[in-house]
Structure formats: structure tokens, C-alpha cells
């Protein structure tokens, strides 16, 4: 079986690993092997995630094409979602080492990217407005309506798995 190194750039910020894991493996592509998936803030303060991850392909032509677009083109589309028209690019995964550096933004971008544990650590000793209460109740809030919203998917995946049939009334 072959496997596949992935890195995809932007993933909406409600997508989980288990999303991602199930899309795969329900679309016939293949076994994720490894996720990593990394939270990220855009300049409009929008939440997003990226995220890398390897895959162990189906022996199918749905993952035999897609491994042939990402070699031939560096990237394509998976569509995950027809009816809303959603899309994760996936690109061929490169390690850092191996990269070309293009341009001097791209070094200091690189450099910023090394240094955000290091702000985090200095984040973390600015003092907050919120007491370890609240703190508390608003992890334990974000945790309900994440299971809310998990709830909700569940239900979804299982009203269109149902089979269609057409009601008739008598009017």
C-alpha cells in the first residue's frame, strides 16, 4: 500500500481531526496514519486550522487519481461537501529542509513561526481579566457546544444515510 504526505493549507475552523479522518476514509482515498492539525488566526480575526497529515492509500481509482493530481500539479481540490461547494486544497507535504526559500518574507515568516512558543510563554504571564472560575466555566461551555455541535452532525450523517421516500397525502 503507498502512502501519501499531505499538508493542507486552510481548513474551517469547526472541521476536526475526526472530520478529516472519516472524509477520508469515506470517500475511498485511504487510512490516515498521522494528523496534526494546527489552529491558526487570519488578519480579519477569523479562526482557521492547517494541517498535515499522512495517508495509507486505498487501492481504488478515487485514491489513484488523487495521488496522480497532488504528483503531477503539487495540489488539488477535494471537494468534502458537494452540496455547500466545500473544498480542501491538499498539497504535497515538503519538509522544511527540503524546501526552496523564495524570498526574504518567506525567512522571516519562518523566523515568527519559531518564536510563537516563546510568545506563547510570555502570553501566559500577562494577567487576565478572568479569574480561573470563569476560565473554567467558559472551557467547560466551549466543551458542550462543541459535543452540541458533534450531536448535530451525527444526526445529519444519519438523516441522509436514511433511504429516500416520497410522502403522498390526500388533498
Known sequence: MK???IFIPRVL??????????????MNIGEVTYIDLKKRINDNKFSYSIVFLKIELMDTITASALCDLIEQNGSTK???????KNYWELKNYIPLEQRVKVSKEEEEEE???EDIPELCKQLMKIPSIFTDKVI???NKEYEE???EIERMREFERYTTSLPYTKLYTLF
Open 13 to 26: 475552523s469547526n472541521v476536526t481531526k475526526v472530520d478529516i479522518v472519516n472524509t477520508f476514509k469515506e
Open 3 to 5: 502512502s501519501l504526505s
Open 111 to 113: 523566523e515568527v513561526e
Open 78 to 84: 477535494l471537494y468534502y461537501d458537494e452540496t455547500d
Open 145 to 147: 457546544i462543541e459535543r
Open 136 to 138: 473554567e466555566m467558559m
